[in-house]
């Protein structure tokens, strides 16, 4: 039976309580009680700013079926701290807020926390407060923040016309792995040769190794996380950037080899998998062409990775260049309120 007990038979203040002890329990810390909350600015000098980002994880939206207590929770910080990362701020601190529906089970409540606590504590992030309120569905809404310079932060505006686009890993793993969960109905047992698509949608894992990197340096002109997709997100960087546009290389340097099976075997279009994927939370830069050289040394010799995955152009459009041929691209990427045809 207490298996089934509800957070709808908990109230508020038990589930307020619950928090606070897995907090304390796993990071020794406790939460403060207090109309607002409160974080000490620890070794902050003062030409740092306080840099913030807040995605809401909405189950209906965000949430394949196929997705666990634990991987929710996980994934509602993850997708915080990856919009930070790629700017190359260091995460601090976590507030975060709970919409939760009646019928919720309180084991599921518990992993759902778990998954948060565990993920805030690989990325040093102090776990402040938030809150509790109930919702006709799962909604997670975190603030992540962290400090830096703002010399020294890599913004989306500042590309030029010739540089080079580089991302920190490689596309269309999600597209295989949104396809087999969503519309294949699938898992791991169905589909055991693609474990590591249906994981990077379930678990996905994410490094600011070259972001740190390239910030540092000052080697980056712009970057971007591509959690909406590789084609959405290049046409957010076309935003803050007019007149500019990108040419994409369509090969083996952006496409993962899994992609590339998948699409084979089960006739799916190759373009959709890498360009419309989404939620792949790979770090997008641009960078100028005499010190690509320079920061790919760096980032390995830190044991990170950049591929080489295409080039800025004049002119609002996006192309990609397969086999040879040259192709403008018109429409792909997930916008929410926007359904696409």
Do not use: W
């Amino acid at each position: 039976m207490k298996n089934n007990l509800q957070v709808g038979n908990l109230g508020e203040i038990k589930i307020i309580k619950l928090i606070e002890e897995l907090v304390l329990k796993k990071t020794g810390k406790e939460l403060l009680r207090d109309d607002s909350f409160f974080f000490e600015f620890k070794n902050q000098d003062s030409n740092r700013n306080i840099v913030l980002n807040s995605d809401m994880l909405v189950s209906t939206t965000d949430v394949p079926p196929q997705m666990n207590s634990y991987q929710i929770g996980r994934k509602s910080v993850l997708m915080n701290v990856s919009d930070l990362l790629v700017k190359g701020v260091r995460p601090s601190g976590l507030i975060i807020s709970f919409g939760l529906p009646r019928e919720l089970k309180k084991y599921e409540l518990i992993e759902l926390l778990n998954g948060i606590i565990d993920y805030s504590v690989k990325f040093n992030l102090d776990y402040i407060g938030g809150d509790v309120n109930e919702t006709k569905e799962l909604i997670i809404n975190p603030t992540v923040f962290g400090f830096k310079n703002p010399s020294a932060m890599i913004y989306r505006k500042g590309i030029k016309i010739g540089d080079i686009l580089i991302a920190n890993n490689k596309f269309g793993l999600t597209g295989v792995g949104f396809d087999i969960l969503l519309n294949k109905k699938g898992g791991s047992h169905e589909f055991p040769n693609y474990e590591r698509s249906i994981m990077s949608v379930l678990e996905p894992k994410i490094t600011g190794n070259e972001a740190f990197i390239l910030s540092e340096r000052n080697l980056a002109t712009s970057s971007i996380d591509s959690s909406d997709g590789l084609f959405k997100s290049l046409q957010d960087l076309m935003l803050s950037n007019p007149n500019l546009g990108f040419e994409i290389y369509f090969n083996e340097d952006l496409i993962d080899i899994e992609a590339i099976k998948y699409s084979n075997e089960f006739n799916v279009s190759l373009e959709d998998l890498v360009l419309d994927g989404g939620e792949e939370f790979i770090h997008l830069f641009t960078i100028d062409p005499s010190n690509f050289n320079t920061a790919q040394q760096e980032i390995q010799s830190k044991y990170g990775q950049i591929f080489k995955i295409g080039k800025v152009l004049y002119g609002e459009h996006i192309c990609i260049v397969k086999e040879g041929e040259k192709k403008e691209l018109k429409s792909h990427g997930f916008e929410h309120f926007n359904k696409r045809t």
